[in-house]
């Protein structure tokens, strides 16, 4: 691996493992039945939301650790 290989490992499992379930969630919010329209729509947009945050806050996290700043903490 690269030299930054091994730390980003955890990262990209753990966002990947969220977005999955955030996909999940919204999945099964669209097959339950009885639920008004638009609140189908609003359980649906906030878990497909929070997986595109989780994707940003992944690529963020890629560009610090290949940039050498592993360590969030040396910013303040």
Not at 1 to 7: A, C, L, Q, W
Not at 22 to 35: E, H, K, R
Request: aromatic fraction near 10%.
């Amino acid at each position: 691996m690269k030299e930054h290989g091994k730390k980003m490992i955890a990262p990209i499992v753990i966002a990947i493992l969220f977005i999955l379930y955030f996909l999940g969630l919204a999945a099964l919010y669209l097959w339950i039945d009885g639920i008004p329209g638009w609140v189908k729509i609003l359980l649906v947009v906030i878990p497909l939301a929070l997986a595109g945050v989780m994707a940003g806050t992944l690529y963020s996290r890629i560009k610090e650790i290949r940039s050498g700043e592993e360590d969030d903490l040396s910013q303040y």
